[in-house]
C-alpha cells in the first residue's frame, strides 16, 4: 500500500510563505501526475494543483500565481511552494496521485491569519 507524508505546515500571517513536502514510495513518483489537496474545515477535499512526471504543472484558479508545484523524482518527493498566502488558504493539505487512488496521509495543516 502507498503511503504519502506530508510536512511543512504552520501558522503564517497573510502575505506570508510557507513551502510544503510530501514524500512517497519510490514506485509511484516518477509515472503518475501528483497532486495537492486541500480540505477546509466543514468543506470537501479540493485539488490545489498536479504535476505531470514530465514537470508539467496545473493550478486551480484560486492559487495561480501564488503556488507553484515542482517535483524531484530522484527523491520521491513533490513540494507546494505557497507565495501570498491569503486566510482562505487555511486548509488541511494533502498530496496523493491525480486523480487520488492511494490511502490518504495524515496531511499537514495550514493555518493564515494575523
Known amino acids: 500500500q502507498v503511503r504519502f507524508v506530508e510536512s511543512g505546515g504552520g501558522w503564517v500571517q497573510p502575505g506570508g510563505s510557507l513551502r510544503l513536502s510530501c514524500a512517497g514510495s519510490?514506485?509511484?513518483?516518477?509515472?503518475?501526475?501528483m497532486g495537492w489537496y486541500r480540505q477546509a474545515p466543514e468543506k470537501q477535499r479540493d485539488l490545489v494543483a498536479f504535476?505531470?512526471?514530465?514537470?508539467?504543472?496545473y493550478y486551480a484558479d484560486s492559487v495561480k500565481g501564488r503556488f507553484t508545484i515542482s517535483r524531484d523524482n530522484t527523491k520521491n518527493t513533490v513540494y507546494l511552494q505557497m507565495n501570498s498566502l491569503k486566510p482562505e488558504d487555511t486548509a488541511v493539505y494533502y498530496c496523493?496521485?491525480?486523480?487520488?487512488?492511494?490511502?490518504w496521509g495524515q496531511g499537514t495543516q495550514v493555518t493564515v491569519s494575523s
Open positions: 519510490a514506485s509511484i513518483f516518477s509515472i503518475y501526475d
Open positions: 504535476i505531470s512526471p514530465g514537470g508539467n504543472p
Open positions: 496523493n496521485q491525480y486523480p487520488s487512488r492511494s490511502v
